[in-house]
Nanobody, 123 residues
Framework: QVQLVESGGGLVQAGGSLRLSCAAS????????MGWFRQAPGKEREFVAA????????NYVDSVKGRFTISRDNVKNTVSLQMNSLKPEDTAVYYC????????????????WGQGTQVTVSS
């Protein structure tokens, strides 16, 4: 079992930045590809970014490319999402998730989830 806890969400003005962190316990994250998803009110959960086991490969949804950066520290057992140039449409609850498979963007492909952290971007 892997327990994931997100932090770093909050309220920010459009154009601002936030850094989300995901801390894991129970097992080492180095065995998992890691992803970030988000869910806005009334919408389905959406893939945002993923990173492979070593951190050498990453994948992003088109809407965040060039603005968001996913990274991981397998020693500290953490995954981060640096979010720059935030837009009101980035407002959502952001979830950290772990998968035994790489390069899946379907939430069904992720085995473990955090409880989420709220990100609100004001215009």
């Amino acid at each position: 079992q892997v327990q994931l806890v997100e932090s770093g969400g909050g309220l920010v003005q459009a154009g601002g930045s936030l850094r989300l962190s995901c801390a894991a316990s129970g097992r080492t994250l180095s065995s998992y590809a890691m992803g970030w998803f988000r869910q806005a009110p009334g919408k389905e959960r959406e893939f945002v970014a993923a990173i492979n086991w070593s951190g050498g490969r990453s994948n992003y949804v088109d809407s965040v490319k060039g603005r968001f950066t996913i990274s991981r520290d397998n020693v500290k057992n953490t995954v981060s999402l640096q979010m720059n140039s935030l837009k009101p449409e980035d407002t959502a609850v952001y979830y950290c998730a772990a998968s035994t498979r790489w390069n899946t963007v379907d939430p069904v492909g992720f085995n473990y989830w955090g409880q989420g952290t709220q990100v609100t971007v004001s215009s």
